[in-house]
């Protein structure tokens, strides 16, 4: 009976092992997302401090319109700083997802020698 406990565990600490390994990959890509997004606001924003137009044109849709550069500016930093916080917030899930897998791993190496073993 023992064996079978044993076993049931290593089959659910492995589904366990897979699923939070599948959402780490997850998050890091998300992440990724977010970081490239990041990376073209932060050269939107740098044209803009070197451009000496007053007026800047943004695509709304399938039109472009004339808005005043100082507005898109804050637009951008407003949109900035959200994605700067949701970075953090996967940054946050990745080592938690890190550490629990870890928590994991270490389970099923005290596991599968006993199972190999025989029980």
């Given at each position: ?17 897979q699923t939070q390994n599948q959402q780490l990959e997850n998050v890091s890509i998300q992440k ?88």
């Open positions: 009976m023992e064996e079978k406990n044993i076993k049931k565990e290593a089959e659910e600490l492995l589904i366990k092992f990724q997302a977010l970081m490239v997004k990041k990376a073209e606001i932060e050269e939107a924003l740098k044209e803009l401090e070197e451009s000496k137009e007053e007026n800047i044109y943004k695509i709304v849709g399938s039109i472009i319109i004339k808005h005043d550069k100082e507005k898109i500016k804050e637009e951008l930093k407003d949109e900035m700083e959200d994605i700067e916080m949701k970075i953090k917030i996967f940054e946050k899930n990745e080592e938690m997802l890190k550490k629990s897998i870890n928590e994991i791993k270490e389970k099923l190496q005290k596991i599968l020698p006993v199972l190999e073993s025989g029980g």
